[in-house]
């Protein structure tokens, strides 16, 4: 099967996904729509599958690839290439995060519902399905009419680290400690950390918190923590680079997911389960109705509610034996469910399916239906 993926550039998120549909794939093709200087932040991979569409000597070939393929995925930076191929009605993919984070009513803005418009609406009845890297996609398309039955599970699907010594992994956890990872600002609400550590600590309970991270909500933490006596309990630990993020994973046992409507995905997610912790997952962020399996893989907490949290936390903290299982179960559903190779595998298959006018052959993980979930799906 020959696909391509239409996106802005290659960087490490996309990375692993592409690397594996190279492996998969009779031919993969990646188009890269942006330079990459024209993105402030932002660090362009070299492969030598990736065409550039601002080159002219490959603008050509990329075109080409985008309408031959037998799949195609467009993701940010790709939509004025969709024409061309839904023209032809090709069975073709919109990888997306949510819509309207900042609301639903924005879809009442002219310019906004145009853009939609173009993007998902005018191919509604056309061989465009939907790749959610957000549980709440399906909901905010149903909304614009786009059928939410022609959305499938998806996500970010960041490097996956096989322990040799699993075992070691869980031993060497200590079971009172907490991490949260993130930039500290409003949205990923680290706040909801420093409420819930004094909160367990009045209850008795002897924990500590890593924050890793920095932004401009640095001082305002640095003087709750103060105020509330918590020095010697919670540390900020500034910027990280990866390794060091995986550590401060894999020496705690829980891992808090605070971020509200407004987090698109969150693949420091995937990279806890990945390094065996508990995360205790606000039901409001873009991958947490897909990834935690309440009480099952991790457990969820109703967004911004700090009683909420506080309840959940614990009950983690009161059963040893559950938070044995869902260490392990965590592990295990990145490592055979939620990562780049299954993914990949996935999407061939279920191309497979839709080229043959069938439904998705899998009920959970990647390319599995969606649910249609509005912003109240969870409540505790």
Not at 98 to 114: D, E, I, N, Q, S
Not at 346 to 360: A, G, I, P
Request: neutral net charge; proline residues 3%.
């Amino acid at each position: 099967m020959k696909v391509v993926f239409v996106s802005n550039f290659l960087n490490h998120f996309t990375l692993p996904l592409c690397e594996n549909l190279v492996k998969y794939c009779e031919d993969f093709k990646f188009v890269a729509t942006s330079k990459v200087s024209q993105v402030a932040f932002r660090q362009e991979i070299s492969a030598d599958y990736v065409l550039h569409i601002f080159n002219e000597k490959e603008k050509i070939a990329a075109q080409q690839a985008i309408v031959d393929a037998d799949v195609t995925i467009f993701g940010d930076g790709a939509d004025s290439f969709m024409e061309s191929r839904m023209t032809q009605n090709k069975l073709s993919f919109v990888f997306s995060e949510r819509l309207f984070k900042r609301g639903t009513w924005r879809r009442f803005v002219p310019t906004t519902w145009y853009r939609l418009y173009k993007r998902f609406l005018k191919y509604k009845k056309r061989e465009l399905y939907v790749l959610c890297a957000s549980a709440f996609l399906p909901y905010d398309l149903s909304l614009l009419g786009f059928p939410a039955e022609k959305c499938f599970r998806w996500g970010y699907f960041p490097f996956v680290k096989e322990y040799d010594e699993v075992e070691h992994l869980f031993a060497e956890k200590q079971k009172m400690r907490f991490a949260w990872v993130a930039r500290l600002i409003p949205l990923k609400h680290p706040e909801l950390g420093v409420y819930l550590i004094d909160n367990l600590i009045k209850l008795g309970y002897d924990v500590q918190l890593d924050i890793v991270g920095i932004g401009p909500m640095e001082c305002e933490l640095k003087a709750m923590i103060q105020e509330r006596g918590l020095t010697g309990k919670i540390h900020l630990l500034g910027a990280k680079k990866l390794e060091e993020v995986r550590e401060c994973m894999e020496k705690s046992s829980f891992f808090l997911f605070t971020s509200d409507f407004n987090e698109g995905w969150g693949a420091v997610v995937n990279e806890a389960m990945n390094s065996g912790c508990i995360v205790l997952g606000s039901h409001a962020a873009g991958s947490v109705p897909f990834l935690i399996r309440h009480q099952i893989n991790g457990m969820l907490f109703k967004s911004g509610d700090i009683t909420s949290l506080t309840e959940t936390a614990v009950s983690l903290l009161q059963s040893p034996e559950m938070c044995e299982h869902l260490k392990r179960q965590a592990y295990q559903d990145i490592l055979q469910l939620w990562n780049a190779s299954q993914a990949a595998q996935r999407l061939l298959e279920l191309s497979r399916h839709l080229l043959e006018h069938k439904s998705s052959p899998y009920s959970i993980g990647p390319c599995s239906q969606a649910e249609c979930l509005g912003n109240d799906w969870f409540s505790k």
